[in-house]
Every structure is written in C-alpha cells, then in structure tokens.
C-alpha cells in the first residue's frame, strides 16, 4: 500500500498542500468575523465595507483551495485504488488452477472488497481528516500566540485535557478492577 502512495506521492503532496491552505483560510475566516463585528459595532462602514470584501476575497479562494484538494485528493484515491485492483487481479491470474479451485471464490471476494475498503477508508479519509484536523488546530493555536499568549496556554490546556482525561481514568479504574 505504502508503495503506491510513493508511486502517486506527487496526489498526496498537492492534496495535503491544499489542506493546509484551506485550514489556513478557514481560521483566517473566524479573525475576519472579529474583525467584521467590531468594526460593526464601532459603525465604522467603511471599515466593515473593506474588511466584507476581504472575506468574500477569502471565502472565493477557499472555494478554489478546497475544489483543488478535492481534486487531488480523488485523483490519488482513484490512482491507487486502480493500481490495487490491477494488483490483485494479477496476483489471482499467477494462481494455477488447481490452487484457485481449492478456496472459495467468496473467499477472493471479500479479501477483495476488504482490502480496497481498508484502502478507502483507512488511508485516505483517515488520513486526510487527521491533517485536516492538524493544520487546523496548528493554525487557530498560532493565531491565539498572536493575539495573546496566555489565551492560547489557556486553550492548549483545554483542548487537551479531555484527551488526557479519559486516558488516565481508564489507567486508575484498571488498577482497580485489578
């Protein structure tokens, strides 16, 4: 699996770009509602007026950004997914047919739609949400440092916590049920 992914490196790299990039846009789009909303409420149209512009700028490229990770991201899934299935497909043909005979076809079936399964769902949309997760995560905590420091140490620990939490319950409960 990991060498078709090499084979198709040039999908994955682009797709995970475009990732970035619109995690990038899409924790840019919540500083301009700020900025938007104060400038709201300080009734300052023209301020509203620019910064409106700018977000519709933003929402256009984020729309392109995301039309092209998906772009990547189906060609890549598309490739490997053909190269599998050739794979596999000629891995059954190297069979002499006494040994083919000797299994059950549903057998070949289902490590068949298994492992394109696997493949889909574990790869690629695993994968791709966790980056997507990530870049966002990474970009909203930059932003947080850049406002205030002590807000972003406030929401890193929140943020975290409830992964940690649940961990080291499960440890103290084993310890007792021991």
């Known amino acids: 699996m990991w060498k078709l992914c090499i084979k198709y490196k040039h999908f994955f790299i682009f797709g995970i770009f475009f990732i970035a990039f619109t995690s990038f846009i899409q924790i840019s789009f919540e500083f301009l509602k700020g900025a938007l909303l104060d400038s709201a409420v300080e009734k300052n149209f023209d301020k509203v007026l620019s910064i409106s512009i700018l977000f519709f700028c933003a929402f256009l490229v984020k729309a392109y950004t995301h039309f092209l990770y998906t772009r990547f991201y189906f060609k890549g899934k598309i490739a490997v ?4 299935r050739k794979n596999f497909i000629t891995h059954l043909l190297d069979f002499s047919y006494p040994f083919f005979n000797k299994r059950n076809k549903g057998e070949y079936e289902f490590k068949y ?19 997507q997760i990530i870049f966002e995560v990474l970009f909203a905590f930059s932003g947080l440092i850049m406002i205030n420091y002590k807000l972003a140490a406030l929401s890193f620990l929140l943020l975290f916590l409830p992964v940690v939490l649940p961990k080291c319950m499960e440890k103290i409960l084993n310890t007792y049920q021991k």
């Open 81 to 84: 997914l053909g190269d599998t």
């Open 113 to 131: 739609i298994k492992e394109l399964d696997m493949i889909e769902h574990g790869l690629f949309q695993s994968w791709y949400g966790l980056m």
